[in-house]
């Protein structure tokens, strides 16, 4: 449990990382969103039978990021509105 926690903060760093421009996110979400990435990611690899969401594998991974990513460009778009704190 612990290493899914820290894989998805690391999702997060990756994701923020790729994504260009500014970021109006605080490292705190960031995090979160990365951690609800890699969620996702484990999910899809899962379902297209390329991994297993309790495993740390490449496409797992490259799911996580792709999700982390829009994840945090949802956020930004509604941090435009209103500030997320």
Same mark, same amino acid.
């Given at each position: 449990? +612990?290493?899914?926690?820290?894989?998805? /903060?690391?999702?997060?760093?990756?994701?923020?990382?790729?994504?260009?421009?500014?970021?109006?996110?605080?490292? /705190?979400?960031?995090?979160?969103?990365?951690?609800?990435?890699?969620?996702?990611?484990?999910? +899809?690899?899962?379902?297209?039978?390329?991994?297993? +969401?309790?495993? /740390?594998?490449?496409?797992?991974?490259?799911?996580?990021?792709?999700?982390?990513?829009?994840?945090?460009?949802?956020?930004?778009?509604?941090?435009?509105?209103?500030?997320?704190?």
């Amino acid at each position: 449990m +612990i290493g899914f926690i820290v894989f998805g /903060l690391v999702v997060g760093a990756l994701a923020r990382l790729v994504k260009p421009g500014r970021q109006n996110l605080t490292i /705190l979400w960031t995090l979160i969103l990365g951690l609800v990435g890699s969620v996702i990611g484990g999910t +899809i690899a899962s379902a297209l039978g390329v991994g297993e +969401i309790t495993e /740390l594998n490449f496409w797992g991974t490259v799911f996580a990021v792709i999700a982390a990513v829009l994840l945090i460009g949802v956020a930004e778009s509604m941090a435009g509105r209103k500030k997320v704190s």
